[in-house]
């Protein structure tokens, strides 16, 4: 089926508001082809370039990517700073693409602690896109759920410590917005390519309700075409939030 007959599948009233997505596999996909890993993370950056594209023309408003966990620091040294370079290159080369598309840039993750040369480039793009209206791109990097779990509590801890709110104020709502996600609405739909099913340590407090799509695509292979595919499978799912089907239909 060609792209526009499979897009005219999708409805545009049921579009998930927010998608996230495990980019898994291009280091794989690189070696079915004998190519370094890297290679694979540069084609990987092309998928980004297409579904980001595609995401905002639909109308999903956020667009969340896993882009560098915190655990991902493990892997060889060469292949870390590969993927760092492979970052500023590709935002620096494609913030026009974002200013010409509408689309915000944004992060959730300890970017603090990324190499400096990284950091400022994220600022710059950040700054750069701030008033944009299309949709949010939110780069995950250096993040972890668990990390964000935990620096959320400290930063509630401190709050209760300055007296500012009693501990019997904690609440969903107030977690909700210590996590760095806190001014994202939680993602209805999560796509993880590579054949994997595994959360990874991401979103973890966020997709209490969401949707799970699993393909065995290997990231850079991830196209336009499977994207469709993946919100109207989303579409056709029956999302009760704990009641039965007759309380929703
Ligand atoms: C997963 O494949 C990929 C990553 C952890 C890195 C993703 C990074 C990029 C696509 C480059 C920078 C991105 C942006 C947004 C500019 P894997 O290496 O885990 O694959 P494998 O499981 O097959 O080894």
Same mark, same amino acid.
């Given at each position: 089926m060609s792209n526009p007959e499979l897009r005219n599948q999708i409805d545009p009233d049921k579009l998930p508001r927010h998608i996230a997505i495990i980019m898994d596999g291009n280091g794989r996909w690189a070696k079915k082809r004998a190519l370094p890993r890297v290679i694979g993370h540069e084609y990987g950056v092309k998928s980004v370039r297409t579904i980001a594209e595609s995401a905002a023309k639909l109308g999903v408003k956020f667009l969340t990517l896993y %882009?560098? @966990? %915190?655990? +991902?620091?493990?892997?060889?040294a060469l292949e870390v700073k590969a993927i760092m370079a492979l970052l500023v290159k590709t935002i620096r080369k494609e913030v026009a693409t974002l200013q010409k598309n509408n689309i915000r840039l944004r992060t959730i993750g300890n970017i603090k602690a990324l190499p400096i040369d990284a950091y400022n480039e994220l600022q710059e793009a950040m700054a750069l896109t701030a008033n944009n209206t299309a949709m949010d791109l939110v780069l995950a990097l250096n993040y972890s759920a668990r990390w964000d779990i935990v620096q959320a509590t400290q930063s509630i801890a401190e709050q209760v410590k300055q007296g500012v709110?009693? @501990?019997?104020?904690?609440n969903e709502t107030v977690i909700s917005q210590a996590l +760095? %996600?806190?001014n994202l609405p939680e993602p209805e739909l999560l796509i993880r390519t590579s054949g994997e099913f595994r959360i @990874? +340590?991401?979103l973890l407090w966020e997709m209490a309700y969401s949707e799970f799509y699993f393909t065995d695509m290997y990231w850079p292979e991830f196209d336009e075409e499977a994207f469709y595919k993946a919100i109207i499978d989303y579409q056709k799912r029956e999302r009760r939030f704990g009641k039965t089907s007759e309380q929703i239909a």
């Amino acid at each position: 089926m060609s792209n526009p007959e499979l897009r005219n599948q999708i409805d545009p009233d049921k579009l998930p508001r927010h998608i996230a997505i495990i980019m898994d596999g291009n280091g794989r996909w690189a070696k079915k082809r004998a190519l370094p890993r890297v290679i694979g993370h540069e084609y990987g950056v092309k998928s980004v370039r297409t579904i980001a594209e595609s995401a905002a023309k639909l109308g999903v408003k956020f667009l969340t990517l896993y %882009t560098f @966990s %915190t655990e +991902n620091w493990n892997r060889p040294a060469l292949e870390v700073k590969a993927i760092m370079a492979l970052l500023v290159k590709t935002i620096r080369k494609e913030v026009a693409t974002l200013q010409k598309n509408n689309i915000r840039l944004r992060t959730i993750g300890n970017i603090k602690a990324l190499p400096i040369d990284a950091y400022n480039e994220l600022q710059e793009a950040m700054a750069l896109t701030a008033n944009n209206t299309a949709m949010d791109l939110v780069l995950a990097l250096n993040y972890s759920a668990r990390w964000d779990i935990v620096q959320a509590t400290q930063s509630i801890a401190e709050q209760v410590k300055q007296g500012v709110l009693n @501990s019997d104020q904690i609440n969903e709502t107030v977690i909700s917005q210590a996590l +760095n %996600t806190g001014n994202l609405p939680e993602p209805e739909l999560l796509i993880r390519t590579s054949g994997e099913f595994r959360i @990874s +340590n991401f979103l973890l407090w966020e997709m209490a309700y969401s949707e799970f799509y699993f393909t065995d695509m290997y990231w850079p292979e991830f196209d336009e075409e499977a994207f469709y595919k993946a919100i109207i499978d989303y579409q056709k799912r029956e999302r009760r939030f704990g009641k039965t089907s007759e309380q929703i239909a």
